[in-house]
Structure formats: C-alpha cells, structure tokens
C-alpha cells in the first residue's frame, strides 16, 4: 500500500491499514507505521484548527494577555524591574526575565492537561471516536500524534510570548544556554506525555473530565515554581514540587538562561527528570489501558 | 405573558438551575476553593519579591502594602464577573448541549425570561459562596477584618456591580446563539479582566491599562471595596462611585437587553437556534 493510501486510512475514509506481519521486519515496519499515524494525527488536528482562523489568532493572542498580569504584578511589587529579594533568593534580580521564562514553559503543562487530556473527548464529540478506536494502531498512537500536534501550537504560543515580551521589556537571557534548555525542556515533555495519557484516559470514563484537568492544573501552578523558587513555598508543598516534571524544566530553564541557583546540580536535574519520565510514562500508559480495557469492557466507550 | 406568569416561570428556572447545581455537588465545592487557591501563586510570587507582608511600592500605588489583602479580595469580588460570563453568558449554549434549547425557544416564555431566572440564582450562589470565603479568610492572618459597618457598603457596591455585569453577560448570552462555540472567547474575556481590571495587580502600574481600566465597572467596584475593607476610609466617595456604577449599570443593562433581543431574533429568522 502506497504511503499517501497508508495515511489515508487513519483519517477515516473506510481503507483499513493492516498490520505489518512479516515477523522479521516488523519491529521496524510497526514504527514507521506508528510513525504515519501520529503525523496523520498531526496534520489532521492542524487542518481542523486552521479551518477556524480566527480562533487560531486568538489562541496566539491568549498567552499574552495571561502572561502580562504577572508581570505587571511583579513590576508593581517591587517599584520596578529588579528585586533585591529575589537576588538573595536564586542569584538574579530580573523578574521580567524570571516570571517570563516561568510561565514561558509551564504552557506545556496546560498542554498536557487539557490539550492532550481532551484529545479523546473532542473526538467523541466530533462522532469520531469509534472509528479512531477501530484503526488498527495502539491508542497511546493517536494521543501522541495530538501530543505533537500540541507541542507544535505551543512553540508557536511560546514564541509569540517571548516576541512580545523582548519588543515591550527586553527579555535578558544568555543565549549559550538555550540548548540545554531545550534538552531539559524536551525530557520534561516526555514526562509530561504520561501524565496527559492518564488525563486523556480520565474522560473516557468521566466524560466532562475538566473538573480533573482545572483541579490538577491548579495545584500544579501553585507548587510549580513558576514565578518564585522553591524557597519560599512551605516545607511540604517543596517535596511535592519535586515530583512534578515542570519543577526541574522551569528551574533547570532559567538556571540556564538566567543563571538561577536550583538548590541542585544540573546532573542531578537530568537525573530525576529521567527518572520521572519513566515513571509518569509507565503508570500513564498502565492507566490508560487499564481504563481502556474497562470502557470496552462495560460498553461505555459511546456514551457521552 | 402577566406578571404572576412571569414570575412563575423565572421561579421554575431557578429551582431547575439549582437542582441541576446539586446534582453535581463536587462543583459547587471545586468553586468555594479554586478561585482562593488560585491566588496562592500570586502570594509566594509577592513573598519571593519583597518577603513576606508590606510592599513599599504597591503601598505607593494602591495606599496598603499589604498585597495579601489586595490580591484575596481581587479573587473574591471577581467571582461575581466570572460567574456571570460563565454561569449566565454561557447558559443557553449549554440548554444547547442538553438537547433542551429547541424547547425553550418554542415555549410561550421570552428567552430573556429564562435568563433572569438563571442570572438571579447564578447571583445568589455566587453570593453564597463568596461569603463562605470572606468568612474563611477572615479568620486566617491575611489583616482582612469584615464588621457590619464595612459589609454594608461593600454589598451596595457588589449588588451595583452585579446588575451591569449581568446585563453585560445577558448580552453575551445572545452572543452564543449566534457564534455558537464561545468556550474559547469566555478564556479570553476572563484574561481580559485579569489584564485591564484591578483584580491581581492594580492597573495604576500602567498607563494603557490604567485608562482601559476605568472602562470596566469592576475597576470601580475594586478600587471602592479595597478602600472600605483595607483602609478604613469612610470616604472612599462612595456615593459619586455608586453613581458612576448605576451610570453604567444603566448602559449596560440597556444595551444588554438590546442586543440579546436583536441577536435573539436573527438566529430565529436564519432558522440556526438549533445548530451547534
């Protein structure tokens, strides 16, 4: 089957794409074929969003307006751009650049939780569900072609931000520590990916699952240290931050870029961050089947 | 439609609203706690900046250093503005999700009726529960003391801003027939709020959204509370405050009512009340 019928077929138009069966290519051909599919997901996802421009500009305008309150917050606190506090705290004194590069990165959390968590329930609504559930690919596909699709529309978010930000304020940063921003900012996003696994299972039984993502989303943006450091957050909520991905992707961000003091080495950010990966990924990926398997199993996949 | 048959019908709407409330308790809990717990980041941002209690410069801008009191009260009275856009604004598109929106639309009972009898029970569990928080957060050390000499303006004031932004969200409400999905333009005017309202900074800082500001009755609204609950002032100029607030109450209302009407009529002539 040609690549473009192969596509083709994850979008719905009846062609079913068979499994491949040749046992001896097939842990390579089942990871192109995964491959097709979550970049069919992609396109498909993009194709929807852009048949509404409009809505697709106010979702670029959005992070901007969210973000400035802070700022001006922040500006306002202190009778101007730098905080003596601050500098005592983590070793820089420029809350602009802070609170930016801060909330710049937990987009990726919204996107995990609601992006990503909703990806099923849009499809229900859009009456597509079952027949995303009948193609022949592991449903933890489908939610990671929603998942490039997210973190695609959140680069573009994050760059409007920081557009925005540099043009009014100018955003301080060191540029050499860009790339391994980046590093720690993918390796949170694979984190991430579990955790949206387990959102995304959530709505298959609860449905109008937004309670859950708003709840969880709150008390992450309170123990994440977005716009303060650790320090300042009581003793109990400071080990709990520490189980959440966006903690070292947003203080490992700014340790770069800004020179911020984590309180931790940069080996032993990585090291945590590997480990939380692997753990939010497993449990993520145990929950969904598990919610799967009972949604199949008690026929509730169709009810809304 | 008599005045007894209209009353009737905005008393069925609201003990249907209120059953439909209670049939999902976990909500009504969700909204006593979030919007406090959603102030948490901005009290640890203002302990990081300038340690904990008083700011010299928000005492410069606003009179009180005490930016734990400004942003707790900036959550409380705002859950009157969001409780309109999404209790009332967004109502009838969920009547359209329920199935029940065809039924309302064909029922002898203006649209508008309905909307009041949802308006007038958002508003009072609004009311409810913000009263549980101020209650709350009086008895924690955030130097917020409520006496009845301080309540009773402060409710003059909530009652005047309530009346315009229902009226606002009324409009809105008509919105939603015509454009149908709005969930994504209800986020946007929330952060619109956020940004040109004095519900998390004060909007002094600066020059565009102090200007912007005193467009929104909220500001107002803020601006007087504060002045009552964390200075003590007798005289805020309440009354020239409660004027500029009925002014716009009267805008809003007025215009409100208009335009949910005309947006009313033209989804009925283009035949769309019952597309999603």
């Known amino acids: ?304 | 439609m008599s005045f007894a048959a209209t009353a009737y019908v905005i008393r069925a709407e609201m003990v249907k609203t209120i059953r439909i409330y209670f049939s999902y308790p976990v909500i009504i809990v969700f909204w006593a706690i979030f919007p406090v717990l959603w102030v948490f980041p901005f009290l640890f941002q203002g302990k990081a900046l300038v340690g904990p209690g008083q700011s010299a410069a928000f005492q410069q801008l606003t009179g009180s250093g005490n930016y734990m009191a400004f942003i707790l009260i900036g959550a409380m009275v705002s859950n009157f503005v969001f409780s309109g856009l999404w209790g009332v604004g967004n109502s009838l598109r969920e009547e359209t999700y329920w199935g029940t929106m065809e039924y309302i639309i064909a029922s002898p009972t203006h649209p508008l009726v309905i909307l009041v009898g949802k308006t007038l029970t958002e508003a009072a569990i609004t009311t409810c529960i913000v009263a549980l928080q101020a209650t709350l957060i009086s008895f924690l050390p955030f130097g917020i003391a409520f006496t009845v000499a301080k309540v009773l303006p402060v409710l003059l004031l909530v009652g005047l801003l309530m009346l315009g932004f229902y009226g606002f969200a009324i409009a809105f409400a008509g919105f939603t027939l015509l454009i149908k999905e709005v969930h994504g333009w209800v986020h946007t005017l929330e952060w619109v709020f956020f940004l040109f309202s004095p519900i998390r900074y004060p909007v002094q800082v600066n020059v565009i959204t102090a200007f912007v500001s005193k467009l929104i009755p909220l500001t107002w609204a803020l601006i007087a509370i504060r002045g009552i609950i964390m200075l003590n002032q007798r005289d805020v100029g309440i009354w020239k405050i409660a004027g500029v607030l009925l002014g716009m109450d009267a805008v809003l209302l007025v215009g409100g009512y208009l335009t949910f009407v005309a947006l009313e009529r033209k989804t009925r002539r283009d035949g769309t009340v019952g597309m999603h």
């Open chain 1, 1 to 304: 089957m040609a690549e473009g019928s192969r596509v083709q077929g994850f979008k719905g138009s009846g062609t079913r794409t068979p499994e491949p069966r040749n046992p001896r290519t097939l842990p390579l051909a089942r990871l192109r074929h995964y491959a097709l599919a979550v970049w069919a997901e992609n396109i498909k996802e993009w194709k929807l969003e852009l048949t509404y421009p409009l809505d697709f500009l106010r979702s670029l305008i959005d992070p901007v307006v969210y973000l400035l309150p802070y700022v001006l917050y922040g500006i306002a606190l202190v009778g101007g751009r730098y905080s003596p506090n601050l500098q005592k705290l983590v070793g820089t004194s420029d809350i602009v650049s802070f609170i930016t590069i801060g909330y710049v990165f937990i987009g990726f959390m919204n996107m995990a939780l609601w992006a990503m968590g909703f990806s099923l329930r849009k499809e229900q609504m859009y009456g597509t569900l079952e027949a995303v559930f009948a193609a022949p690919v592991p449903r933890w596909v489908f939610t990671m072609g929603m998942s490039m699709h997210s973190i695609l529309h959140q680069f573009l978010m994050i760059a409007v931000q920081l557009i925005f930000i540099t043009a009014v304020f100018s955003l301080k940063v060191n540029p050499a520590g860009l790339l391994p921003s980046l590093a720690m900012i993918g390796l949170m996003l694979v984190a991430l990916y579990g955790i949206g696994m387990i959102m995304a299972s959530t709505t298959l039984i609860f449905k109008q699952g937004w309670l859950i993502s708003e709840a969880l989303g709150s008390l992450l943006m309170v123990v994440t240290p977005i716009a303060y450091p650790l320090a300042v957050l009581p003793v109990f909520m400071q080990k709990t931050a520490l189980t959440v991905p966006t903690t070292y992707g947003i203080l490992a961000a700014r340790h770069f870029l800004l020179g911020e003091q984590m309180g931790f080495s940069v080996g032993t950010a990585f090291l945590r961050v590997a480990v939380l990966c692997v753990a939010w990924v497993v449990f993520g990926l145990v929950v969904f089947a598990l919610i799967d398997r009972y949604t199949r199993r008690s026929g509730t996949l169709s009810h809304y």
